[in-house]
């Protein structure tokens, strides 16, 4: 192949990824439904990075899987999505303005070296059934809750504090690791007692209001679901949102958190 014709076939790779991201957004804005839209978008960005590792260069490859959208607007999930679309969409634009500048730069480390994208491809697990607890100090029931989530409906549950640190600040590795994420378990439970005056109340932990809002922000209050233990007190913002309540354990509830999952396709 010539080399026009080498950086021809990878601009046409390229804009086809940026159409099929257009595709998704437009999709998600005409029938609404982001937690579909969220999981399209996820499924792209794993073929996205497969095909720049085969097609252009491993090393773009690499730079896409590592793409991560750090904010969110909470209660817009769909201006979210459309973002992180953008945010990939520029990558890829730049990208062929890349490789029209200097082609060689780009494409050449690649040609006749299959076996190269083939050690670096990336991973493509699906992650609609991966599950993201939030929790605070009450560890037996998120040892019981991840355990249920494991074991009886087969989900892969995250748990931040099991997760390696590998060198990244507390923010970083709450937000990488919960960008996996398709669905969020929140427990809330009586952790911190709190004194007003002359009244005294237990609440969750603020990591655990915090982690709910960016969830409720990236992925919709509809795939976010509230485990609420009896005596904690629920914070004014959440009055009137659905949530299960739990008297010790959260094997009590069952049924409804399994109601929830199904709802949510995840089982």
């Given at each position: 192949m010539?080399?026009n014709?080498?950086v021809k076939?990878?601009?046409?790779?390229?804009?086809?990824?940026?159409?099929?991201?257009?595709?998704?957004?437009?999709r998600?804005?005409?029938d609404?439904?982001?937690?579909?839209?969220?999981?399209?978008?996820?499924?792209?960005?794993?073929?996205?990075?497969?095909?720049?590792?085969?097609?252009?260069?491993?090393?773009?490859?690499?730079?896409?899987?590592?793409?991560?959208?750090g904010?969110?607007?909470?209660?817009e999930?769909?201006?979210?999505?459309a973002?992180?679309?953008?945010?990939?969409?520029g990558?890829?634009l730049?990208?062929?303005?890349?490789?029209?500048?200097?082609?060689?730069?780009?494409?050449?480390?690649l040609?006749g070296t299959?076996?190269i994208?083939?050690q670096?491809?990336?991973?493509?697990?699906s992650?609609?059934?991966?599950v993201f607890?939030?929790?605070?100090?009450?560890?037996?029931n998120?040892l019981?809750?991840?355990?249920?989530?494991?074991?009886?409906?087969?989900?892969?549950?995250?748990v931040?504090?099991?997760e390696?640190?590998?060198?990244?600040?507390?923010i970083?590795?709450?937000?990488?690791?919960?960008?996996?994420?398709?669905?969020?378990v929140t427990?809330?439970?009586?952790?911190?007692?709190?004194?007003?005056?002359?009244?005294?109340?237990?609440?969750?932990?603020?990591?655990?209001?915090?982690?709910?809002?960016?969830?409720?922000?990236?992925?919709g209050?509809?795939?976010v679901?509230?485990?609420?233990k009896?005596g904690?007190?629920?914070?004014?913002?959440?009055?009137?949102?659905m949530?299960?309540?739990?008297?010790?354990?959260?094997?009590?509830?069952?049924?409804?958190?399994?109601?929830?999952?199904?709802?949510?396709g995840?089982?």
């Open positions: 010539e080399i014709g080498k076939n990878a601009i046409n790779v390229i804009e086809k990824l940026v159409d099929e991201l257009s595709e998704i957004v437009k998600a804005k005409a609404g439904d982001i937690p579909a839209a969220k999981e399209r978008l996820q499924r792209w960005k794993s073929h996205a990075v497969t095909h720049l590792s085969e097609e252009i260069n491993p090393n773009e490859g690499k730079k896409l899987e590592n793409k991560r959208k904010s969110f607007i909470m209660g999930p769909l201006r979210n999505l973002d992180e679309a953008d945010m990939y969409r990558f890829l730049s990208l062929v303005e890349e490789i029209q500048k200097r082609p060689d730069g780009i494409l050449f480390p040609v299959k076996t994208s083939k670096v491809e990336a991973p493509s697990p992650t609609s059934r991966t607890i939030v929790y605070g100090h009450d560890e037996l998120l019981r809750l991840e355990k249920l989530l494991k074991e009886r409906w087969q989900l892969e549950p995250i931040l504090s099991s390696a640190g590998r060198g990244r600040t507390l970083e590795k709450f937000e990488q690791e919960a960008q996996r994420a398709t669905y969020a427990l809330f439970t009586p952790d911190d007692l709190i004194e007003v005056e002359d009244k005294k109340y237990a609440q969750a932990r603020p990591n655990v209001i915090f982690e709910m809002g960016w969830f409720y922000g990236r992925l209050r509809q795939r679901c509230i485990l609420f009896r904690t007190k629920i914070h004014s913002d959440l009055d009137g949102i949530r299960i309540e739990f008297a010790e354990n959260v094997e009590e509830i069952l049924p409804q958190l399994e109601k929830e999952l199904k709802g949510a995840l089982i």
